[in-house]
Nanobody, 123 residues
Framework: QVQLVESGGGLVQTGGSLRLSCAAS????????MGWFRQAPGKEREFVVS????????SVADSVKGRFTVSRDNAKKTVYLQMNSLKPEDTAVYYC????????????????WGQGTQVTVSS
């Protein structure tokens, strides 16, 4: 059974930082591209970042470019999202997802999803 478990969310002030982790089990992690998505209250879930299976290729949404960084440790079966210079508009539930195909911004390309972790940025 595939499981993706996010952690590291919480409450932070504007300008602060958080690092989210997503630990995977039940799949050959090194063969999957990974993505982070988020859903703010009343809004649709949106793409944040993606990373290829090797970690050699990443993609970042314009809204977080220069502030968020994605990385992965295949030995630990974990993908990370480093979030700096956080803004109130970053408040959302953050989800990690795994894709057997290429790293992509399209949610439909991801086969497995975590339950999400809440990030709240206070002004």
């Amino acid at each position: 059974q595939v499981q993706l478990v996010e952690s590291g969310g919480g409450l932070v002030q504007t300008g602060g930082s958080l690092r989210l982790s997503c630990a995977a089990s039940g799949l050959t992690f090194s063969r999957y591209a990974m993505g982070w998505f988020r859903q703010a209250p009343g809004k649709e879930r949106e793409f944040v970042v993606s990373i290829s299976w090797s970690g050699g290729s990443t993609s970042v949404a314009d809204s977080v470019k220069g502030r968020f960084t994605v990385s992965r440790d295949n030995a630990k079966k974990t993908v990370y999202l480093q979030m700096n210079s956080l803004k109130p508009e970053d408040t959302a539930v953050y989800y990690c997802a795994a894709s057997a195909g290429a790293a992509t911004r399209w949610q439909s390309e991801y086969q497995y999803w975590g339950q999400g972790t809440q990030v709240t940025v206070s002004s």
